[in-house]
């Protein structure tokens, strides 16, 4: 398993046991040059999403894995969150249908997060 995808599912994981919903990871290496996975998760509320984000965070800085770059808020519905290789978009159940990022990138390959080890 490579790093990427081991950080990818290490993270689906970690959104899982936070109670975050629909939690999928998309392998978006064979068609895009920015990142090899996205990782999708919902809040059911704002302060969940800041929770979340919050999570993923405390959970990797003691590895010493940082993002590049977080963006967005939680009153804005939708949170992604830069860690080179691994994307994660914490979401609103509103902008998770709004922007339906499983059907742009449906021609990728979605990961049973169940199946997949670290």
């Not at 392998?27 to 979340?52: C, E, H, M, N, W």
């Not at 990797?60 to 994660?88: A, N, Q, R």
Request: net charge negative; proline share 3%; glycine share 8%.
């Amino acid at each position: 398993m490579t790093e990427s995808k081991s950080m990818a599912l290490k993270i689906a994981k970690q959104l899982e046991s936070k109670k975050a919903i629909d939690v999928k990871i998309i392998d978006i290496l064979p068609k895009s040059s920015f990142a090899d996975y996205f990782v999708l998760a919902t809040g059911g509320t704002g302060r969940q999403l800041g929770a979340l984000v919050d999570y993923v965070e405390d959970v990797l800085e003691p590895e010493g894995i940082f993002p590049k770059g977080v963006e967005g808020h939680e009153s804005t519905g939708w949170i992604l969150m830069d860690y080179g290789d691994v994307i994660v978009n914490i979401m609103s159940n509103d902008m998770r249908d709004k922007y339906n990022l499983e059907k742009i990138w449906g021609d990728c390959e979605i990961l049973d997060v169940e199946k997949l080890e670290a």
